[in-house]
């Protein structure tokens, strides 16, 4: 048997699933990932789970999860992503290869960075992802931050009378985190959830971690950039929840009512969505980034043309 899945040729884009068409993620615990055939077996106390590969866009594997050689040989046939995060992908630990195999949407991120114009216009785009009801299309960048940083305070305010706990404002100290109480507890937990998530979601659509549109001088400014994008509506409120449920055993009560809400709000689509249309808003190259496994080199004018030939005309010797 392991012969046979050996010599098995490696799937070409054309056999492989539409990306439109999988699952998107997959997250699985507490159990061993094998290989039969083409298939990714989990199996766990309560029995064998099959899944077919090719339907997988990322696997996410978490805690007490154990994989095989193999496994991972017909993931990486089959173009999933794999990351390993913390319960039901609420923090990031390490990853495989993208999603994709086309570079189009980091390089589309990198050109929308490089330009002062276009960075600006992508931080705008996020605040008005975060609060569709105010046109951010003038704002400076010192508008946009003293702008977001009064939305986030409201933010506070508002789930603290909904919620009934004593708000005295946010206080974090990165030293000691039970030294604020419990809603600030919360808050940090559920923030560093939200990065977790965004990471994973950042390293299995291939993008660059590092090149923030708000954030910035970070190896994971675009990861904070993404995570913000949910603060106000899932992160913030989810934290007042679980400070007026009592002070005790905070920040795992917290993991788990953001896990629960997570899945509720199918935030890992959402955030492959939103990052997509942020960095590709006319949807240029987006289908040829999802389905193209191609290889070109680059000539002048950003003329692309075919690899794995010589382009010499024999004019040089």
């Not at 696997?59 to 089959?78: D, F, I, K, N, W």
Request: glycine share 10%; proline share 4%.
């Amino acid at each position: 048997m392991t012969t046979a899945i050996s010599a098995r040729p490696a799937a070409g884009p054309r056999e492989l699933t539409r990306v439109s068409d999988r699952l998107s993620f997959v997250y699985l615990e507490r159990c061993t990932v094998h290989r039969d055939a083409n298939a990714i077996i989990a199996e766990d106390a309560d029995g064998i789970t099959h899944i077919p590969s090719a339907t997988i866009g990322t696997l996410l594997l978490g805690p007490g999860t154990r994989v095989t050689h193999q496994a991972m040989t017909v993931l990486g046939e089959s173009g999933a992503a794999v990351a390993w995060v913390g319960e039901q992908g609420v923090r990031y630990y390490a990853g495989g290869r993208a999603l994709t195999r086309s570079s189009a949407l980091v390089e589309a991120q990198a050109a929308r960075w490089a330009n002062p114009r276009s960075r600006i216009a992508v931080a705008r785009a996020m605040y008005l992802l975060r609060f569709p009801d105010e046109d951010p299309a003038a704002y400076r960048r010192q508008e946009l931050l003293g702008r977001e940083g009064a939305r986030v305070k409201e933010c506070y305010r508002r789930e603290a009378a909904r919620t009934g706990f004593p708000w005295r404002g946010r206080h974090y100290d990165r030293n000691d985190y039970t030294a604020g109480d419990a809603a600030n507890q919360a808050i940090t937990a559920a923030a560093q959830c939200m990065y977790g998530i965004s990471h994973a979601v950042v390293a299995a659509l291939g993008c660059s971690p590092g090149l923030g549109f708000v954030h910035a001088g970070h190896e994971l400014s675009f990861v904070l950039d993404i995570a913000d994008l949910y603060k106000t509506e899932i992160g913030i409120p989810v934290a007042f929840d679980v400070a007026a449920g009592g002070d005790e055993d905070v920040g795992s009560r917290t993991r788990r009512a953001l896990r629960d809400r997570i899945n509720e709000a199918r935030l890992l689509d959402r955030c492959v969505r939103d990052i997509t249309r942020l960095l590709m808003p006319d949807g240029s190259e987006q289908s040829a980034a999802a389905e193209d496994d191609v290889v070109t080199l680059q000539t002048d004018g950003n003329q692309h043309v075919p690899s794995g030939r010589n382009h010499s005309d024999g004019s040089m010797w």
